[in-house]
């Protein structure tokens, strides 16, 4: 089984690193940064642990797809 399967088979965790959600997203960690400080993503897609930001995934991409009344990525987030 190479690196590739193993990935493939892994379960989409619920908790995103600022960087895995920014590449889901399709835009920079500092983009998603500033979404996240500038209230722009939804406040139940955040979570903060310390200094840390983690991001639900599935809040999160409710949020991107338009599911959610806080807007979309398609409904003028800043880009």
């Not at 959600?21 to 722009?40: I, K, M, P």
């Amino acid at each position: 089984m190479d690196a590739a399967e193993r990935t493939a088979e892994k379960p989409a965790r619920p908790l995103l690193r600022v960087d895995e959600a920014s590449e889901l997203l399709g835009v920079s960690s500092r983009v998603l940064y500033s979404w996240v400080a500038d209230h722009t993503v939804p406040v139940d897609a955040v979570l903060r642990i310390g200094r840390r930001v983690y991001l639900r995934r599935n809040a999160l991409l409710r949020w991107a797809s338009g599911g959610d009344s806080a807007g979309s990525l398609t409904d003028g987030a800043p880009r």
